[in-house]
Nanobody
């Protein structure tokens, strides 16, 4: 079993930056494809960014392209989401997800494709 734990959320002002982390545990090494999603109250879970097992082919939703950057450190079993120029509409609970897949270059942008999820971290952006 794999556990994912997000951290780094908080309350910031519009225009600020935050870096979220997602630490994976439960296996010797978790180098699977990973993704970040968010869910605002009353809305469906939204895909944000994904990164392949081989740490290439980052893929972004149009709503965050150019503002958010996904990266990973496989030696630390950790994936990051750098969020810049935050807006009030970025307010949501942010989740990381992992897919049990050994394909080196695949990325996934649908929530139902992922096998493991973290508990989420709240990000609130004030205007």
């Amino acid at each position: 079993q794999v556990q994912l734990v997000e951290s780094g959320g908080g309350l910031v002002q519009a225009g600020d930056s935050l870096r979220l982390s997602c630490a994976a545990s439960g296996r010797t090494s978790v180098t699977w494809p990973m993704g970040w999603f968010r869910q605002a109250p009353g809305k469906e879970r939204e895909f944000l960014a994904a990164i392949s097992r081989g740490n290439i082919n980052p893929y972004y939703a149009g709503s965050v392209m150019g503002r958010f950057i996904i990266s990973r450190e496989n030696t630390k079993n950790t994936v990051y989401l750098q969020m810049n120029s935050l807006k009030p509409e970025d307010t949501a609970v942010y989740y990381c997800a992992a897919k049990n897949d050994d394909q080196p270059n695949f990325v996934y942008d649908r929530a139902d494709e992922y096998d493991y999820w973290g508990q989420g971290t709240q990000v609130t952006v004030s205007s």
